[in-house]
C-alpha cells in the first residue's frame, strides 16, 4: 500500500463513513482498478501496477468492512495522527533551535572577523610607529655626527689660524684624513724623512764632484 495514503484515502471515504459506504465505494474502486480493465497491448510495469493497486482496494475493504479490524485500525491511525503531530512540533522546535544556534555563531564569527581586524591593524599600526621612531633615531643620530663633524673641523681651522699658515679645503681634507686614519699620517711622514734622506745624500755627492771640492 502507498505509504503516504491510509485506507480510507484508498477507498476514497471519509474515516467516519458507514459501512454501506465503505462497501459501495469497494464496488467502484474494484471495478476501476481490476487488471482486466488494462487494453491487450499492455506491458508488465503497467500490469504489475495495476495488480498492485487492486490489492490495495481489497485490503483496504477487508478491513474496514470488518468492525473489529476497523476498530483497531482506526486506534492505530489515530495514535500515528497524534504522534506525527508531535513530531512535526518537535521537528519545528529543532529547526528553531538550529536557526538560532546558526544565528548565534554567525554572530560569533562577525565578532572574531572584527577582533583579527582590530588586531591587524594594531600591529600595523606598531610596525609603523617603530620604522618611524627607527627613522627618526637614525636622523638624529646623522644630525649628531654632523654637528661633531662641525665641531671638529671648526677646532682645527682655529689651530690652523693660530699656528699662521693658509687653511684652504685641502688643509681641511688633510686634517681629517690625518684624524681618521692616524697610521696615514704615520707613512707620510715617513716618505717625507726617507725624500729628505735622499736629498742630503744627493748635495753630498755632488758637493764632493764638484772642481772646487777637488
Known amino acids: ?12 471515504v471519509p474515516q467516519n463513513a458507514t459501512a454501506d459506504e465503505v462497501r459501495k465505494a469497494y464496488k467502484t474502486r474494484a471495478l476501476e482498478t481490476h487488471p482486466d480493465k488494462l487494453p491487450p497491448d499492455a506491458d508488465e510495469a ?6 498492485a493497486q487492486f490489492r490495495d482496494v ?7 468492512s470488518d468492525p473489529a479490524k476497523r476498530k483497531a485500525y482506526d486506534n492505530g ?7 506525527r503531530f508531535r513530531t512535526d ?3 519545528a522546535r529543532l529547526a528553531r533551535e538550529r536557526a538560532e544556534w546558526q544565528r548565534q555563531a554567525e554572530l560569533r564569527h562577525q565578532e572574531r572577523m572584527r577582533v583579527l581586524r582590530e588586531e591587524m591593524l594594531a600591529s ?3 610596525y609603523q610607529d617603530t620604522l618611524a621612531q627607527a627613522e627618526l633615531r637614525y636622523q638624529e643620530r646623522m644630525k649628531a ?5 662641525r665641531l671638529n673641523r671648526e677646532a682645527e681651522r682655529a689651530t690652523d689660524v693660530k699656528t699662521g699658515g693658509p687653511y684652504t679645503l685641502a688643509d681641511e681634507l688633510l686634517s681629517e684624513l690625518r684624524r681618521r686614519c692616524p697610521e696615514w699620517e704615520v707613512r707620510r711622514q715617513k716618505v717625507l724623512m726617507e725624500a729628505d734622506a735622499r736629498e742630503q ?7 764632493s764632484a764638484s772642481p772646487t771640492a777637488q
Open 1 to 12: 500500500m502507498a505509504a503516504t495514503r491510509n485506507l480510507y484515502d484508498i477507498l476514497g
Open 46 to 51: 503497467e500490469v504489475e501496477a495495476a495488480e
Open 58 to 64: 481489497r485490503t483496504a475493504f477487508e478491513i474496514l
Open 77 to 83: 491511525l489515530n495514535y500515528i495522527r497524534r504522534h
Open 89 to 91: 512540533e518537535i521537528q
Open 124 to 126: 600595523q599600526k606598531r
Open 145 to 149: 655626527l654632523e654637528e661633531q663633524l
Open 201 to 207: 745624500k744627493q748635495a753630498a755627492r755632488l758637493e
